[in-house]
């Protein structure tokens, strides 16, 4: 089956991201663009190489070109790409806990302090081995409550079964018990035994 | 939903424009820069919508934006194209 996008007067980069759109839709086995610039046949045939289609032909008529690529997405080709950092995590066990202690990292401006919180917990979204438990204490609570630039992130982490523990004894000092928004409320009994039972802890704060 | 990374040359160039982006209709979120990416700022922000004159939108305006990248899964990995540069 073939589709067809027209791309003329489309301004860069719309026609590209047009073309996109298209293989995540999907369903064809081949894709003709009609764009009226140079700019657009570079970017589109480039993407379409990088992101692993074939062009079958490219060709101009009147100042309008027309491309066209072939689908190659449910082809079985090379390996997914590693980089070599995941390699050597991939022989490593991982770590077991992550021990949150403060609503920032480290000391400093606070506002880049909050910046480098939200940027862990997404990147642990992003880790193929992922902690089995992240414990919330004292100003820590406060990424897991209400208005927490993190709560998307920490709730995608919860469904990769990733479980959130925090102490209720600080959501309660700090008057935010009712604004939690994600994981279970937990007290010291039950944080200290699992940082007990398995030294392989990790603390952020 | 599309996804697009918009890298900066610097920190408080990726937290001015966080705070300028605010309140404008689609999903703004800082993120560490990529690992598939290369940028001199380790901060990027990733920007989530269905319009596609994002670009235009982005950088019609005062702006320290430095590049842009669509995001697309190639092989169930992220991959990331430039599809703006300054």
Redesign the interface.
Known sequence: MKKSIDGRS?????P???V??A??EGGFGELEILVDNKAAVE?IT??AE???HSILSVSEKSNISTIVIENLANEA???????T?EIIMGSNPGVSNIFINSSTIGSGEQ??GD?LM???I??LT?MDKKPKHILFMNSGVKVTVEGS?SLENLRDLEKSGVTLLVCGACLDYYGIKDKLEVGKVSNMYEITSILTSDSNTVTVG | M?SYILTFRS?HDA?KEEDDLQGLEFSV????T??GISSEC??SIKIVCDD??I??TLTQRDNSIEK?F?L?E????K?Y?E??RR
């Open positions: 489309l301004p860069c980069p719309q590209v991201i047009k996109k759109q293989f995540d970017n480039r993407f990088n992101s692993g080709t090379t390996l997914p790409e590693t980089d950092t506002k880049l910046k939200e940027a862990f997404y990147s992003e630039v | 599309d920190t937290m979120k800082m993120i560490p990529p690992r380790g901060f596609i004159t670009t235009e842009i669509l697309y190639k092989q169930r990995s991959h194209e599809i703006y």
